[in-house]
């Protein structure tokens, strides 16, 4: 038997890297390009804020703008109040678990503009907690109850959180990427 048998060469442990998760091609991201009028959205936001956005993007008609988590209730309400923007819609709101934190995205719409946009901010994943917008627009307060079920955000001033989807005395938060999934037996 030589000195080398029996053992891993160098450059073999190098190369053998485990197989992805997935199969198939690589994804590629979208380019985020704004169209005239999502860019003319946009503008309007930055203008009406100033500095106080952390960052902003968005793609075709649709920017989207990044907040501190403490001024969520004010910049909603600016949204809704300008006389620019005159966002009176909620769409939409839902959570995206990153693991290190729970990114909110509040879709605004403009009925009588037509325009469109979202409010990101991140909260903490240990104690995801943020200001309740249910005192700006009535359809807050299913999204939030609905946030809160499936990801354990806590919205301070919703007094009504009781659950939505799931049965009283659920344990867990199925939306986190930390909830166990459970193997599917066929009968």
């Known amino acids: ?31 985020e390009v704004l169209n005239l009028k999502g860019q003319q959205t946009l503008d309007l936001i930055r203008n009406s804020f100033g500095t106080g956005l952390i960052s902003s993007g968005g ?38 678990d990153y693991v290190e934190h729970i990114e909110l995205n509040y879709i605004l719409f ?25 005192h700006l627009w009535d359809a807050a307060a299913w999204y939030e109850r ?11 001033g919703n007094n009504d959180l ?3 989807l799931l049965f009283e005395g659920f344990q867990g938060h199925p939306g986190l990427k930390s909830f166990p999934l459970h193997d599917y037996e066929e009968y």
């Open 1 to 31: 038997m030589t000195e080398n048998q029996g053992n891993i060469n160098d450059d073999t442990a190098k190369d053998a890297t485990p197989e992805p998760a997935r199969s198939g091609p690589p994804i590629q991201l979208a380019e």
């Open 162 to 164: 009781e659950p939505l």
């Open 146 to 156: 609905e946030t809160h079920d499936l990801f354990g955000v806590f919205f301070e």
């Open 59 to 96: 793609r075709d008609d649709l920017p989207w703008v990044s907040i501190p988590l403490n001024s969520i209730v004010e910049v909603a309400e600016k949204c809704r109040d300008s006389s620019e923007l005159q966002m009176d819609m909620l769409h939409c709101l839902f959570a995206v």
């Open 110 to 134: 403009s009925i009588q503009n037509g325009r469109k946009m979202i409010i990101k901010t991140n909260l903490s994943a240990q104690e995801p907690s943020i200001n309740s917008i249910t």
